[in-house]
């Protein structure tokens, strides 16, 4: 990290003493006196999909992995060291499921036969192991039926690999019905691969279920909450728009694995346990532990977007599984239940408490509406097919709620048959704003940084939803966050900006990935049970999204935008509440390049700033053990008169905020 810091200071003063005599010169061309069009809020914003363990096992702070038994072993997740399968375990005991048909949403639950309360344990593995660090707090959380009081004491413990214990409580089970208990404990020590030991004083029957462990300090310090450190990561951002629960999951495999927001919300207990898609999908990335618990649903996504500041954006199901795997259609004339579900959570997210799905939303703890605003009809789906059911749900919840901004989608490719036919029918309908998804190399993003320049102002708007440059375009896996990926996003990035007139919503995609237990990559922060970082990748839409400004400019070279020539991209904006003009000029050249500004027509402070991000190497990547080898810089720059010249280093994304007289 040293070696990093010196090696930058030392280019920065290699290129300010000029011995970079022979870098390409560039004059560009700024219009302050006249705003292109507005910069929507929404502009930069984040799209969350539970892949990569990114809800159970990542952003969901449970560390508990099964904990109401419903996985389809329901045992998964749970040993028993001492207890053999083909024995009566004498010197032990045994966990066996019992299934409660009546029960329809949670219907099993865990009864275990304590033989012997000194040979007998029962433990939890968590999610690659659980995260516990020393002398932070842990909430503790079970339903218990001790049938005839036979067991005295239940017993809880963190242990490491060695099973030394790492912290310690009990609890008293005093019902022979169901009841709650709840407890507190300390780790006693940091490591990143604790599990969680039951033992019992006592010998008997006792029944378990929904037994969870939290730590403390959530986001908010709320129950049931978030991991802290994964939220401030978003929240610094400062992202325009949250879209959830993901993309393909939405869809689901076959339509009955969809998902369906009215499973998400509601008692934590009551949210019915299901298979992720992604469990399965990559063979070679197989996950079967890899289940939805809905602990993170609609009413905590709704919750997380209102934290961040950031404008909700729900997106369901269309009646048409991934097109991927089955294609499972709906009947059109069997949509209704699928067009209902719209229209019932626009009532949940915004209805009064006089409302069915409003009062449920108030009797989860919030009585004010959440003020949503879009809601999109599909994820990637396309043909004809999908126009159909778009028609039908653009109809219903335009007719009851009119203001609603409906997204719809171009399908998964920016080309081709599929692309061009759905663009075309949905301009036809007067589509309000489409979805676009596009994941290629660092070349294309570089080559289509004028992608949108030529697009119909009149037509809808575009929705740059799922989108990243994948250094690999293979079925290896293993594509990486590397920074020529990022600053070619980046270049990218300005086209985007640049035509603000049609683009009003970009994120990159997918948000978030467990070290561990991933199926997709690159990805834009990574975490472990312990710690989280942001890739390049994160640190390029941090920058964009934290500068966005509120009206577009003009910037040109020889009265054209910079989309390329001589391996720079611009794009500038002012931020009338800030009073600055912040230009964003990226360098995807090896070499150094000399930009100079003509600021026409601006009033402007002497005293401006300069972030510069950047890193010698394509290869070059952010890591757990080096999170902040590539993040910005930040030093004092000086105007001279009208012009700003300026050095952008090899492979670089400059951000240069200037302020307004």
């Not at 990561?233 to 495999?253: A, H, N, S, T, W």
């Not at 990035?493 to 997709?520: D, K």
Request: glycine residues 6%; charged residues 25%; hydrophobic residues 35%.
């Amino acid at each position: 990290m040293k070696h990093n810091i010196i090696s930058r200071i030392s280019l920065f003063g290699l290129l300010f003493t000029g011995l970079y005599a022979n870098a390409q010169k560039t004059t560009l061309e700024l219009d302050a006196t006249k705003s292109v069009t507005k910069i929507q809020p929404t502009m930069f914003g984040l799209f969350f999909e539970d892949i990569n363990f990114a809800a159970d096992g990542g952003l969901y702070a449970e560390m508990i992995k099964n904990r109401s038994f419903e996985f389809e072993k329901p045992l998964m997740g749970w040993e028993q060291p001492a207890t053999k399968r083909l024995s009566q375990n004498k010197q032990s005991g045994y966990a066996t499921p019992i299934n409660v048909k009546e029960n329809k949403t949670n219907p099993n639950f865990c009864r275990v036969l304590v033989n012997d309360d000194k040979g007998y344990a029962i433990v939890n593995e968590g999610f690659r192991g659980m995260g516990v660090k020393k002398d932070a707090k842990y909430n503790l959380s079970f339903k218990a039926a001790n049938h005839d009081g036979v067991i005295k004491k239940i017993i809880f413990q963190f242990i490491d690999k060695d099973k030394k214990v790492l912290g310690e409580t009990s609890i008293v089970p005093t019902s022979n019905d169901w009841k709650t208990y709840s407890t507190q404990f300390t780790a006693t020590q940091t490591e990143a691969k604790a599990k969680l030991k039951i033992t019992f004083e006592g010998t008997g029957t006792i029944d378990l279920d929904m037994i969870s462990l939290f730590p403390e300090d959530t986001w908010k310090n709320r129950k049931n909450g978030l991991r802290k450190d994964i939220v401030q990561l978003l929240y610094d951002m400062k992202p325009g728009f949250l879209r959830f629960p993901g993309g393909c999951i939405v869809e689901g495999r076959t339509l009955a694995d969809r998902y369906q927001w009215k499973n998400s919300v509601g008692e934590i207990e009551n949210r019915k346990t299901m298979t992720n898609r992604w469990n399965v999908e990559f063979p070679k990335k197989a996950t079967p532990d890899y289940f939805q618990s809905f602990g993170l649903g609609f009413f905590e996504y709704f919750q997380l977007s209102e934290d961040i500041g950031a404008a909700a954006l729900p997106v369901l199901s269309c009646g048409m599984a991934c097109q991927y795997n089955t294609g499972e259609l709906a009947p059109l004339e069997e949509l209704d239940p699928y067009v209902q579900d719209a229209l019932d959570l626009i009532e949940f997210a915004n209805g009064s408490e006089a409302t069915a799905w409003g009062k449920l939303r108030s009797d989860m703890g919030h009585p004010k509406p959440f003020n949503l605003k879009y809601i999109g009809v599909g994820n990637e789906q396309w043909g004809p097919d999908y126009i159909e059911r778009y028609k039908v749900f653009e109809k219903a919840i335009k007719a009851k709620y009119p203001k609603i901004i409906i997204v719809s989608g171009s399908g998964p490719s920016p080309d081709g048959e599929y692309f061009d036919y759905g663009m075309q029918e949905l301009k036809k309908l007067n589509a309000e704003l489409v979805d676009e998804h596009y994941y290629k190399s660092p070349q294309w993003f570089r080559d289509n940084a004028a992608r949108y320049d030529n697009y119909d102002r009149k037509g809808p708007k575009v929705f740059a939803g799922e989108y990243a440059a994948h250094s690999t375009i293979d079925n290896s896996l293993i594509t990486k966050n590397n920074w020529e990926s990022a600053f070619s996003e980046a270049a990218f990035m300005t086209g985007l900006e640049r035509n603000a007139e049609v683009v009003h919503l970009t994120s990159y995609a997918p948000l978030m990935a467990h070290e561990e237990a991933w199926q997709w990559a690159p990805d834009m922060i990574w975490f472990n049970n312990l710690e989280v970082y942001g890739s390049a990748n994160y640190q390029v839409q941090k920058l964009f999204a934290t500068n966005k400004g509120t009206d577009l400019l003009n910037i040109t070279k020889d009265g054209k935008p910079l989309t390329g020539q001589n391996d720079l991209y611009a794009s500038a904006v002012k931020d009338v509440n800030t009073k600055e003009i912040i230009l964003k000029l990226v360098n995807t050249s090896a070499k150094a390049q000399e930009v100079t500004v003509d600021l026409k027509g601006s009033k402007l402070e002497s005293k401006g700033k300069v972030i510069t991000l950047t890193s010698p190497n394509l290869t070059d990547e952010n890591s757990f053990a080096s999170p902040k080898k590539i993040s910005p810089t930040e030093t004092d720059y000086k105007l001279k008169g009208d012009k700003a010249p300026m050095s952008l280093l090899p492979y670089s994304v400059t951000v240069l905020k200037l302020k307004m007289k």
